[in-house]
């Protein structure tokens, strides 16, 4: 069983920066993929980043490329989501997960551990 526990959500301005922590308990962090997914009111859960085990593949939705950044850290067993240029459209629940697999997926049923989620909200 891995549990998870995101931190760094808040309320922004459109533009400002925030970086997301996700932080997992298990001793076998680098044998799963992670990603952070994303959920607004009334809207489905969509996958917005994702990163194999060791880092070097990953993967972004259209809409935050060239703007977010997901990374991991196996040593301290976290994995991070920067986020710059925030967008008023960029606001909601963001959860972390974890997939029983070193290669990531977009899906939201191959993973198989999430986070509790926090809120991430861009209002000026």
């Known amino acids: 069983q891995v549990q998870l526990v995101e931190s760094g959500g808040g309320l922004v301005q459109p533009g400002d920066s925030l970086r997301l922590s996700c932080s997992a308990s298990?001793?076998?962090?680098?044998?799963?993929?992670m990603a952070w997914f994303r959920q607004a009111p009334g809207k489905e859960r969509e996958s917005v980043a994702a990163i194999s085990w060791g880092g070097a593949n990953i993967y972004y939705s259209d809409s935050v490329k060239g703007r977010l950044t997901i990374s991991r850290d196996n040593a301290k067993n976290t994995v991070y989501l920067q986020m710059n240029s925030l967008k008023p459209e960029d606001t909601a629940v963001y959860y972390c997960?974890?997939?029983?697999?070193?290669?990531?997926?977009?899906?939201?049923?191959?993973?198989?551990?999430w986070g509790q989620g926090t809120q991430v909200t861009v209002s000026s």
């Open positions: 298990t001793r076998t962090f680098g044998d799963h993929a």
């Open positions: 997960a974890a997939r029983r697999s070193i290669w990531y997926s977009e899906k939201v049923s191959e993973y198989n551990y």
